[in-house]
């Protein structure tokens, strides 16, 4: 049976190319991209497969309906997810990532909606940035987040 090290939610996206991207992450990883509606693209869009190259094909991805069933599908439910949101109070690398976790990111114009970041405080994180910027990339931000739960496992 699959057990991916982490999982990766997109709550709403909207580009088809981060998606695309996300899922090549994802594969390196051996981690699970999960996707909650709606999104901003069908899956079969060819710039989803375009930017997830040739990888798209051992990604391991489910698309749920809403909150409620992706909680419902979730492996661990005692374990708490990982919200990443620019208004996050912690730094993403004071967090204490284990494997099996779920790091949660929201679409690209809105972020994630108040009513999952206001649940627990404690577990939403930033990935600091100058306020030059207005955000990261939702791929970048992605990648360095899966990649800092791996170093913590990896780099005791």
Not at 59 to 84: I, M, Q, T, Y
Request: with cysteine.
């Amino acid at each position: 049976m699959y057990s991916p090290i982490l999982h990766i939610v997109l709550h709403e996206p909207e580009i088809p190319e981060n998606a695309g991207n996300i899922g090549r992450t994802c594969v390196a990883l051996g981690a699970k991209l999960w996707m909650v509606r709606p999104l901003g693209f069908r899956i079969e869009d060819r710039r989803v497969r375009r930017s997830g190259m040739d990888y798209w094909q051992h990604l391991v991805w489910e698309a749920v309906d809403d909150w409620g069933a992706l909680v419902a599908r979730l492996p661990n439910s005692d374990r708490k997810p990982w919200f990443f949101s620019k208004s996050g109070p912690r730094l993403y690398h004071t967090a204490k990532f284990q494997r099996g976790d779920v790091l949660v990111f929201g679409s690209e114009s809105r972020g994630l909606p108040r009513t999952l970041l206001d649940g627990d405080p404690q577990q939403c994180v930033r990935i600091p940035i100058r306020p030059d910027a207005r955000s990261l990339n939702l791929a970048v931000a992605v990648a360095v987040a899966a990649y800092e739960a791996q170093r913590q496992w990896d780099c005791p």
